[in-house]
């Protein structure tokens, strides 16, 4: 009776959070059929619940609603664009929360080309800055699959990475200021477009990667880079890890931060995108050697107008990777080159890439899959791949392992599934779940590598984090937590079980 009578005194606040908005009734979804999108995560892997879905149009109902929040101890939900890998964006089953989504907040406030900066509200889309800044000749370099619905603030919440973290690093490189409303409902306000700011602690580090723990984002500005007048892309085949190992360590020595992706794709997953996948393309493998092991490379490379490097044009590109690649894989019987495909236009080169971002697509539609986001030093990663599939495949006969990822960073996405179904739920089994899931990151612990790479905690990951987090880290950022919301009404218990 008393959560009944304490959820009717909350929803007799319906009212008031309509005030703030405005009294206009579509930035509030209380209706069970509205709410539902917002609710369940990208993986439908959670579903959760909210006393309202709540589009705030600027900073000062945020801090409204927030207030309102803390005198009730109602919890709050930051959402983006929804697109959380690790349900780090849904609420739980109960319904003294309200969830707080920044699509209104879309604005670009500024581009600076010549200080290289943009500054925008934390709901304009990844596309949506890619683009403003391509309109004034500069580039923002993070590019995920999901840019076109994925907002710029849940990718500084989950410090997304992306295909281009070789050379531009991930979004606490490429964050220069915040503005972010705390749990108290007071601003931090540190837009700044500076380089160099040793000024004291860098607070706002603290909430890129927080996954909105500790306060809503709601704008940033972002480093910009020059904008390269051409890529060179060339799809390789590969008969194993360390020849891919090779390419990128000549390719990184020779083209340097020209280099801006550097992709790796296994044959299970090639195959997930050929059967699962319409209106693609797929190069032929030419080469009748044994390929049971292959993989394939997809690479990218700027070319600036005007470099004073020998690399400005495809001809001189082009004739390097003859040198290098050709000519090695002649004469190196440890350079396994299958087969080279170098596209001859940009509609080609789109069709190479499409291949590699319908990977998960492709998972998706193909049944549920045991993810996994893990990162490594580049040079153990052949070792982890032999010894984890062994003793994956010992516990789980001819499991189907899914590898693709950003090599040049040495971030992968190590993904098991079975095609035939009894297999399939054996493995979803919640004990068979964990047992495949504890070979994989104790390896990768045992690797000196990381278990969440770009896509976070979130709720999927807490559990795992206790494990492989030593004590003193833990004990940091649940302090760090009680400073900033002490009442733990922002997004509780993700990352961590909040004390």
């Known amino acids: 009776m008393k ?32 709410k539902k999108p917002y609710l369940t995560d990208q993986r439908n892997r959670y579903n959760g619940n909210a006393l309202a879905v709540i589009f705030p149009e600027n900073k000062e109902q945020i801090i409204e609603i927030i207030k309102l929040c803390q005198q009730h101890n109602i919890k709050i939900i930051p959402q983006g664009g929804n697109t959380s890998l690790c349900g780090a964006a849904t609420p739980d089953s109960a319904e003294n929360n309200v969830l707080i989504n920044l699509a209104k907040m879309n604005q670009i406030l500024a581009v600076n080309a010549d200080n290289f900066t943009l500054t925008a509200q934390a709901g304009a889309t990844l596309l949506e800055i890619q683009q403003a800044a391509e309109r004034q000749n500069r580039l923002f370099p993070l590019s995920l699959a999901s840019e076109g619905s994925c907002q710029i603030g849940g990718n500084l919440s989950t410090n997304a990475g992306g295909i281009h973290v070789l050379n531009y690093g991930m979004m606490r490189d490429l ?8 749990p108290n409902g007071e601003i931090f306000n540190h837009l700044l477009g500076l380089r160099k700011d040793n000024s004291g602690y860098a607070l706002q ?26 890529t060179y892309t060339i799809w390789l085949d590969v008969a194993n890890l360390p020849t891919a190992i090779s390419i990128l360590n000549l390719m990184r020595n020779a083209f340097d931060f020209n280099l801006s992706a550097f992709e790796v794709i ?57 040198k290098n690649l050709y000519e090695n894989a002649n004469t190196n019987a440890n350079f396994d080159i299958l087969n080279i495909v170098i596209p001859q236009n940009k509609l080609q080169q789109q069709q190479l890439w499409k291949i590699r971002k319908s990977i998960s697509e492709a998972q998706k539609k193909s049944g549920i899959s045991l993810k996994h986001d893990i990162s490594l030093p580049i040079d153990v990663i052949p070792d982890f791949i032999k010894l984890c599939g062994q003793q994956l495949n010992s516990h789980f006969p001819d499991i189907n392992i899914v590898t693709f990822g950003h090599l ?18 054996n493995l979803l089994l919640p004990e068979n779940q964990q047992l495949a899931h504890n070979i994989v990151h104790n390896l990768v612990n045992e690797f000196n590598g990381s278990i969440s790479a770009e896509h976070g905690i979130g709720q ?17 950022m649940k302090q760090i937590k009680k400073v900033f919301d002490p009442n733990n009404i922002m997004n509780p218990n993700k990352i961590f079980i909040s004390d």
């Open 266 to 322: 296994n044959k299970n997953a090639l195959l997930k995108v050929k059967n699962n996948i319409s209106d693609i393309q797929i190069p032929e493998e030419f080469s009748n050697k044994k390929t049971e092991n292959s993989w394939k490379i997809l690479a990218d490379i700027n070319i600036f107008e005007n470099a004073v490097n020998e690399f400005n044009n495809a001809e001189n590109i082009e004739q390097w990777l003859y």
């Open 205 to 230: 580090q603290l909430f890129i990667g927080a996954e909105g723990t500790l306060g809503i984002i709601t704008a940033a500005t972002l480093r910009l880079f020059a904008l390269p007048k051409d």
């Open 3 to 34: 959560n009944f009578q304490h959820l009717q005194n909350l929803k007799n606040l319906l009212p008031t959070f309509l005030n703030i908005l405005g009294n206009k009734q579509n930035l509030l979804l209380t209706e069970i059929a509205d």
């Open 460 to 476: 999927f990951k807490i559990n795992e984090l206790t494990k492989y987090k030593s004590q003193v880290e833990l004990n940091l």
């Open 175 to 182: 964050c220069l200021g915040l503005e972010v409303v705390l």
């Open 408 to 425: 040049g960073d040495g971030n992968l996405h190590y993904n098991l599934s079975f095609d035939d179904e009894v297999k399939q739920q």
